[in-house]
């Protein structure tokens, strides 16, 4: 085996591309180098840090080759819409099967229901009224592998997440359709994709009712103008703005409404905060006990997309730090920016408005006042008044990390 | 590289396309820990999850495995696939 060390250099590098194959990068991003190894990541997490193309997909991150999760190099953020070929990708189970249009089938029932349905692909695109909107998608366990102390999972850095423009339809037109009874509680989504032993549990969620109704809750078919990317959940996906991508089901093929809570491990068990530590607002009711709840909206947060760690630049030369602010779909109030380490915060310029579930660009530009070292920071709050923290809320799955980032340059 | 690519090119189906080029480092067990462990998923997931679980984190994950995700480990393998973790891939 080559010395994987110097391999993952010549990768950082671009000088190989990693089994990418038939499918080598139709672009470079400006030949700039992509963000392979994110410091603070636990050492094996590095060591297996490597570019690597799925089938369709730009090389990116990969954390597991099976379940495929791969995240989305952070050079790729400076844009508003984040590409569908390098958008991240992410499955608990391994069984995938791609599903066509034509087979593609969708139950809609449950004990909640009046009539139960079965809609076609033609049925769901043309029998409901097609909405557009900009969502951010964004793993709960984004930035998991930066927490200290290191816990078990997918060891994400900053780059499990996503902001696209979605069209679908919207989930309460299709379960009006069905008729929704008044004791109803919660709807139950399961998508194609499935355990390869029948012995482990299928990855099946559900949602609040009332935010399976929420006007913005849409079953998506479409992903900035182009079809949903086999690994993005071809070809109909759930699209629940504000809340982390948990919810958001792949492959959709089941949407049942109940009148009790649904037992599965994936709600019961999995994708659980402790109560009361995260500062959300929207919650889980139906599925909260003493110690925990389910994990819900997105917390404030944001990050500097164009500057890397130990960046060296000319004294006297005007640094522009741009990057993205997001929450869970209140919108940002201000993203403040700091270049000495914290002790004074200014404000960034907020970049176009695409609405309260998509990511804010943002970006600052000053000239140091001094040689050497400086600390980039970048604090946002929403119009909530909450903000981002400086120490991690610890949790054992590592969900909800929003700490302020803190990147180092050098001026010279 | 060039196994690599070749592999890729062949593999249809995708999520395997790269995954034999996960090595775990050698060590008594490490055949067992193969053996039942790829059935669901790939290897890297191993050393991804180091080098900061303890002896308890290794045998909380196979546990967790076996008991929740339903791994059909048999019983008398479990002791020794955790000792391999811990071993080569534990926080000391």
């Excluded at chain 1, 060296?312 to 990057?323: A, N, P, S, T, Y």
């Excluded at chain 2, 059935?39 to 308890?56: A, E, Q």
């Amino acid at each position: 085996m080559t010395n994987r060390r110097q391999f993952l250099k010549d990768v950082a590098k671009g000088l190989v591309a990693v089994g990418a194959g038939a499918l080598a990068p139709r672009f470079t991003l400006g030949g700039e180098d992509l963000s392979v190894a994110t410091p603070g990541l636990p050492s094996g997490t590095l060591d297996e840090s490597i570019l690597h193309a799925l089938p369709g997909k730009q090389p990116l991150i990969k954390r597991a080759f099976r379940p495929p999760n791969y995240e989305t190099p952070v050079e790729y953020f400076n844009e508003p819409f984040t590409r569908n070929d390098a958008f991240f990708v992410r499955y608990h189970l391994s069984n995938i099967p791609e599903v066509s249009t034509a087979e593609w089938k969708l139950e809609v029932g449950g004990d909640s229901v009046e009539r139960p349905l079965t809609l076609s692909y033609d049925d769901l695109t043309k029998g409901f009224e097609q909405v557009d909107i900009a969502a951010l998608c964004l793993c709960s366990g984004n930035r998991r592998g930066l927490s200290e102390p290191h816990v078990p999972g997918i060891e994400w850095a900053y780059g499990a997440m996503g902001n696209a423009r979605w069209k679908g339809v919207r989930l309460r037109d299709v379960l009006a359709k069905a008729g929704v009874k008044k004791d109803a509680l919660e709807v139950v989504l399961d998508g194609t994709d499935s355990p390869v032993l029948s012995t482990t549990p299928d990855f099946v969620k559900s949602l609040p009712v009332w935010k399976a109704l929420d006007e913005n809750t849409l079953l998506a078919f479409e992903m900035n103008g182009g079809p949903l990317p086999h690994w993005n959940g071809f070809p109909v996906r759930l699209v629940v703005p504000g809340w982390t991508a948990t919810y958001w089901t792949k492959h959709v093929a089941s949407v049942q409404v109940v009148s009790q809570p649904f037992k599965g491990f994936w709600v019961n068990t999995a994708y659980r905060i402790p109560r009361g530590k995260f500062p959300v607002v929207e919650r889980f009711l139906s599925q909260e006990s003493e110690a925990s709840t389910p994990i819900t909206e997105m917390v404030v947060c944001s990050l500097i997309t164009n500057i890397k760690n130990g960046q060296r630049f000319r004294f006297g030369q005007r640094v522009e730090v741009k990057g993205i602010a997001w929450d869970g779909g209140y919108g940002m109030q201000v993203v403040e920016v700091s270049t000495d380490g914290g002790r004074s915060w200014r404000p960034a310029d907020l970049g176009r408005d695409y609405g309260r579930f998509s990511w804010r660009q943002w970006s600052y530009a000053f000239k140091a006042d001094r040689k050497g070292a400086h600390a980039v920071m970048a604090k946002a709050t929403n119009r909530m008044g909450s903000s981002q923290t400086f120490d991690l809320i610890f949790n054992p799955a590592g969900y909800h990390n929003n700490v302020v980032q803190k990147i180092d340059v050098h001026v010279a | 590289m060039r196994k690599l690519i070749l592999s890729t090119l062949l593999l249809g189906s995708a999520a395997l396309a790269g995954e034999d080029q996960v090595k775990l480092k050698e060590g008594p067990g490490k055949d067992l820990v193969v053996a039942n462990c790829v059935m669901c998923h790939s290897l890297d997931y191993i050393p991804m999850n180091s080098v900061f679980l303890d002896r308890k984190g290794w045998e909380a994950s196979v546990n967790k495995m076996v008991k929740v995700m339903g791994a059909p480990i048999p019983p008398e393998d479990v002791p020794k696939i955790q000792e391999y973790l811990v071993t080569q891939y534990g926080k000391k």
